[in-house]
């Protein structure tokens, strides 16, 4: 059984290609375009990744606050923030809470 990411991404074509990617490397992929939809995949279908990688800014919400809404009942999994808006201040408040790395969009 391959391992589960979770991808958070609102934009489509980078959140399909995301997808697609690691597919063809072995991952399960789970892509949720809201916080409300990973919060359904995460605690109704209950889906366990091993990773998740998140885009920071979503419709519905603050991905860095959503992680530290969930972090507790998600203790073996790593966390990606992947943002085209990093700011010093979120990069250090996503290492503090635990994730594993913090990425500008090209």
Known sequence: MADTLLVIEDEALLGQELSRHFRS???????ARSLSEARTILSIQRVEPLVILSDM??????????????KASLTYCEWLFLTGYGAIEDSVRALRLGAYEFLEKP
């Open 25 to 31: 490397k072995g991952w399960d992929v789970e892509l």
């Open 57 to 70: 800014n979503l419709p519905d919400g603050n991905a860095l606050d959503f992680m530290e809404e969930i």
